[in-house]
């Protein structure tokens, strides 16, 4: 940071360049507020019922007094100018007092809600943590998200689809279990029945009529009445039903369809 050394003796050269100087000086260092956000409470402005108490605040990078009292929608700046007579007699206004606090000067949009204080932990503290959490992100192919948007809305930058795991759900591995383990592929999006699915039975075919002989019939029956048919079961006679490849059956839950997105390692490196 700029500064001057005033230690130095024989008479300091203190004139309006060395004030501007001084100004810049004090503009710098405070230009990092605006790490605390657009509009942020720095200290004070404690809540208490239906009013807040002094403190000092950020807005657009600023660094304000905030003037406390009765909660309302809006803050404002209020900036008061104070002239001050010179050495040749002339007053020029050059002294400028800035402070926030409540009012509506039906230009200014501040809404008192949007003002976001800092938690006790600090700043980086809290960096510390979200660095944390995302840790796994950092590490290619360790980490990725649930992107619901159509295929035409484009990634957020630094971002790219998750290509292998088209058309599969994710499933919790179980550790020395054969099929189980992290990054195996398993299962399928139908299945085709076969005898192996079917529990041991027998069926047997009924056909209607008066065609066949007595030695095939072992038991026959009306079928309600006069004119609705002769119903006999045929000695060692069985139907073949289905198809020879048939068609799988659909094993999919019910489920919504996104897409798998992860961050692009060292995007930001």
């Known amino acids: ?63 304000l007094p905030f003037v406390g009292g009765a909660i309302q929608t809006k803050v404002i700046i209020q900036e008061t100018a104070t002239a001050i007579s010179y050495q040749d007699g002339t007053p020029r206004t050059v002294k400028f007092e800035r402070v ?33 959490l995302t840790a796994p992100d950092k590490i290619d192919g360790g980490s990725m998200r649930l992107w619901r948007k159509p295929v035409s809305v484009p990634l957020p930058t630094g971002w790219r689809e998750v290509e292998d795991w088209r058309g599969r759900l994710a499933m919790g591995h179980k550790p020395d279990v054969d099929g189980f383990e992290v990054g195996d592929l398993a299962g399928a999006e139908g299945h085709a029945m076969t005898l192996d699915n079917l529990i041991e039975h027998d069926h047997e075919q009924y056909v209607s009529g008066t065609d066949t002989t007595d030695e095939q019939i072992e038991a026959n029956h009306l079928d309600g009445g006069s004119g609705r048919g002769l119903w006999r079961r045929l000695f060692g ?5 289905g198809q020879a490849s048939p068609t799988p059956i659909p094993i999919i839950p019910p489920v919504k369809m996104v897409m798998f997105i992860e961050p692009i390692p060292n995007f930001l490196a």
């Open 100 to 132: 926030a606090k409540f009012g509506d000067d039906g230009v200014t949009n501040y809404l008192w809600a949007n003002f976001k204080r800092n938690t006790a932990e600090g700043i980086l503290a809290r960096l510390d943590r979200l660095e944390w």
């Open 1 to 63: 940071m700029n500064r001057y050394d005033f230690t130095q003796p024989g008479g300091f050269p203190f004139d309006q360049g060395v004030m501007q100087f001084i100004q810049d000086c004090i503009s710098t260092a405070a230009s990092t507020a605006a790490l605390a956000g657009s509009l942020a409470i720095l200290s004070g402005c404690t809540v208490a019922g239906g009013s807040v108490t002094n403190g000092v605040v950020v807005i657009n990078g600023e660094i």
């Open 237 to 241: 006679r069985t139907k073949t039903t």
